[in-house]
């Protein structure tokens, strides 16, 4: 999917709502490179049966494609949620350029919570990370999604 990133937060969040729809834990990502949207992608654990399909792993899998390299140095993670530990070794390994989250994840975060993964000697790569994008709709979209299981 290549366009002109009108508000990727906005586009992660769409897609969070979508995978809230699906029965999916709300989480959505959007990957851009040099201005231009190349990835998206909402969680997906439950339609593939896979607990790697994070909505991060599968966007940035789906740049890797695009940009045809096993790095993506140039671009930029938008995710509405904190990411954890294996999205956070996952976007260190790939050299993302910049994270941008929503709501922090006091539980699985591995950013700014948890283990802070980027600030752990063994990690070889930090990105920028700009943490509180659309902090509120991110937290309420979970917090709807895990009331109406309760």
Same mark, same amino acid.
């Given at each position: ?5 009108? =508000? ?13 729809? =699906? !029965?999916?834990?709300?989480? !959505?990502?959007?990957?851009? @490179? ?7 992608? #909402? =969680? ?13 792993? %599968? ?33 260190? @390994? ?11 994840? #006091?539980?699985? !975060? ?18 920028? %990370? ?21």
């Amino acid at each position: 999917m290549t366009n002109k990133p009108q =508000n990727p937060m906005e586009m992660a969040l769409a897609l969070a709502e979508e995978a809230a729809r =699906n !029965g999916e834990v709300p989480v !959505g990502a959007v990957v851009v @490179h040099e201005g231009e949207i190349i990835a998206t992608a #909402a =969680n997906q654990m439950k339609a593939l049966g896979d607990p790697t399909a994070h909505a991060e792993m %599968v966007a940035m899998r789906k740049a890797l494609e695009v940009v045809g390299s096993g790095r993506l140095a140039a671009c930029d993670l938008y995710v509405t949620l904190e990411p954890c530990t294996m999205c956070a070794g996952a976007i260190a @390994h790939a050299k993302i350029r910049r994270v941008y989250y929503g709501a922090e994840d #006091a539980k699985g !975060g591995a950013v700014d919570n948890g283990v802070r993964f980027f600030n752990q000697p063994t990690c070889h790569h930090k990105p920028e %990370v700009i943490s509180g994008l659309m902090e509120s709709k991110s937290a309420k979209l979970l917090q709807s999604f895990f009331l109406d299981r309760r």
